[in-house]
């Protein structure tokens, strides 16, 4: 049988190292980077939450504005701009309001999130280790103006009493920043409720803060039971994934985790066919299996990051399908306040009528194949 070999990185303390070390400041960040003057006057002026972590910090290109890791984590004056960002997006998306679309007869805790009849996304904490610009909860956890309790024990109470959920998504901020104590807390309380088949975590940190993948974790994660726990991460460009990544994402699949990825489409960052691809492919060689594209959601003050509705299907379309390994083709979706909407391409139907269904491959090649009736 494989050893779990861990490295030095994953000892317990590291990554508490790197949380309480978060690059937050113009000082901490010009350790990594030549800070321009809109990166300088954004972290001055603004008062919102940011920063990262020291190992993500050092991902960044030194000499180049333009890296992407340092426009997804460092403030910008753009985020000023606002034309398309809803006011009120989180209470509007996540249906806070409205409790009877479900047939619930009480308010819903801050904590759970829900848009479908038999799942739920659970929010247990308003941190991360690194602080995404275009976060679609920026109200609650960047700018902070929208005040949500994220409190997992009215949330728990919550699905224990909803038996038509079975599908618990933990969410945040992010849950692996809580302990391992709060954690293992969680999943057993989550594994002990007898409708739930299957939970899944939603996180960023193992390349953000790849030291979190600590022994005592993937013993919590892992340990025998009947509830699968299944991983979405959240990487955006190939840049973002390391050796470290590689190493933990490893470590968590042997510990039984499947890992998928939710990734966003960002102008300027992967919305270009060849930065697409890789960041796919890439993904894949890490074991990662793409999941979800987002079209990118309409939170306030995000507007220089977000791409033409149909751009991740022209994405998909011009750089993946057919052109690469079927398994890197993620779903390009629209979140709304009604679920995911899918907006995949649609070149494939030319025309079904009559007795035949004239199809088009992606590379333009024109076949068909017998109608059939109902
Ligand atoms: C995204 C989301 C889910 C999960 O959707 P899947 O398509 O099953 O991955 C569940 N609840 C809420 C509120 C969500 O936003």
Same mark, same amino acid.
């Given at each position: 049988? &494989?050893? *779990?070999?861990?490295?030095?990185?994953?000892?317990?303390?590291?990554?508490?190292?790197?949380?309480?070390?978060?690059?937050?400041?113009?000082?901490? *960040?010009? =350790?990594?980077? %030549?800070? $321009?003057?809109?990166?300088?006057?954004?972290?001055?002026?603004?008062?919102?939450?940011?920063? $990262?972590?020291?190992? &993500?910090?050092?991902?960044?290109?030194? /000499?180049?504005?333009?890296?992407?890791?340092?426009? #997804?984590v460092i403030p910008s004056m753009k985020e000023n701009e606002n034309k398309y960002g809803i006011p009120?997006?989180?209470?509007?998306?996540? /249906?806070?309001?409205?409790?009877?679309?479900?047939?619930?007869?009480?308010?819903?805790?801050?904590?759970?999130?829900?848009?479908?009849?038999?799942?739920?996304?659970?929010?247990? $904490?308003?941190?991360?280790? +690194?602080?995404?610009?275009?976060?679609?909860?920026?109200?609650?956890?960047?700018?902070?103006?929208?005040?949500?309790?994220?409190?997992?024990?009215?949330?728990?109470? @919550?699905?224990?009493?909803?038996?038509?959920?079975? %599908?618990?998504?933990?969410?945040?901020?992010?849950?692996? #920043?809580? +302990?391992?104590? /709060?954690?293992?807390?969680?999943?057993?309380?989550?594994? +002990?409720?007898?409708?739930?088949?299957?939970?899944?975590?939603?996180?960023?940190?193992?390349?953000?803060?790849?030291?979190?993948?600590?022994?005592? *974790?993937?013993?919590?994660?892992?340990?025998?039971?009947?509830?699968?726990? @299944?991983?979405?991460?959240?990487?955006?460009?190939?840049?973002?994934?390391?050796?470290?990544?590689?190493?933990?994402?490893? %470590?968590?699949?042997?510990?039984?985790?499947?890992?998928? /990825?939710?990734?966003?489409?960002?102008?300027?960052?992967?919305?270009?066919?060849?930065?697409?691809?890789?960041?796919?492919?890439?993904?894949?060689?890490?074991?990662?299996?793409?999941?979800? #594209?987002?079209?990118?959601?309409?939170?306030?003050?995000?507007?220089?990051?977000?791409?033409?509705?149909?751009?991740?299907?022209?994405?998909?379309?011009?750089?993946?399908?057919?052109? $690469?390994?079927?398994?890197? =083709?993620?779903?390009?979706?629209?979140?709304?306040?009604?679920?995911?909407?899918? *907006?995949m391409p649609d070149y494939y139907i030319l025309g079904n009528g009559g007795t035949k269904y004239k199809?088009? +491959?992606?590379?333009? %090649?024109?076949?068909?194949?017998?109608?059939?009736?109902?």
């Open positions: 049988m &494989y050893e *779990l070999k861990m490295e030095s990185w994953q000892e317990e303390g590291q990554w508490q190292e790197q949380i309480k070390n978060q690059v937050n400041t113009l000082e901490k *960040l010009s =350790q990594y980077i %030549d800070i $321009t003057p809109d990166e300088e006057k954004a972290i001055k002026t603004l008062n919102i939450r940011w920063g $990262t972590t020291p190992y &993500y910090a050092s991902l960044m290109d030194k /000499n180049n504005p333009d890296c992407p890791i340092r426009k #997804m009120n997006y989180l209470v509007f998306k996540e /249906n806070r309001e409205k409790t009877d679309r479900f047939g619930e007869n009480e308010k819903r805790p801050d904590s759970v999130a829900r848009q479908y009849d038999d799942r739920v996304a659970f929010t247990v $904490t308003d941190v991360c280790a +690194s602080y995404c610009r275009y976060c679609f909860r920026r109200e609650a956890i960047i700018d902070q103006e929208l005040h949500l309790r994220f409190d997992a024990e009215e949330g728990l109470c @919550w699905i224990r009493k909803h038996e038509e959920i079975r %599908d618990v998504l933990i969410t945040g901020g992010d849950p692996l #920043m809580l +302990s391992d104590d /709060n954690i293992k807390y969680l999943i057993d309380s989550l594994r +002990s409720i007898p409708h739930l088949e299957m939970i899944r975590i939603h996180t960023k940190m193992p390349n953000t803060c790849p030291h979190r993948i600590t022994k005592n *974790l993937l013993e919590i994660l892992g340990r025998e039971h009947d509830i699968p726990i @299944w991983m979405n991460v959240h990487i955006n460009h190939p840049k973002e994934i390391t050796d470290k990544t590689k190493k933990v994402i490893w %470590d968590i699949i042997r510990a039984g985790i499947n890992v998928g /990825n939710q990734g966003v489409v960002l102008k300027g960052i992967n919305d270009d066919v060849d930065t697409f691809r890789k960041l796919h492919q890439k993904l894949l060689s890490v074991r990662i299996r793409p999941y979800y #594209m987002f079209h990118c959601q309409l939170a306030r003050g995000v507007d220089h990051f977000r791409a033409p509705v149909e751009k991740g299907a022209e994405l998909i379309r011009d750089g993946i399908r057919g052109h $690469t390994t079927g398994l890197a =083709q993620p779903m390009y979706v629209v979140a709304t306040n009604f679920g995911k909407i899918p *907006l199809l088009q +491959s992606y590379k333009k %090649d024109i076949t068909s194949i017998p109608h059939i009736p109902e």
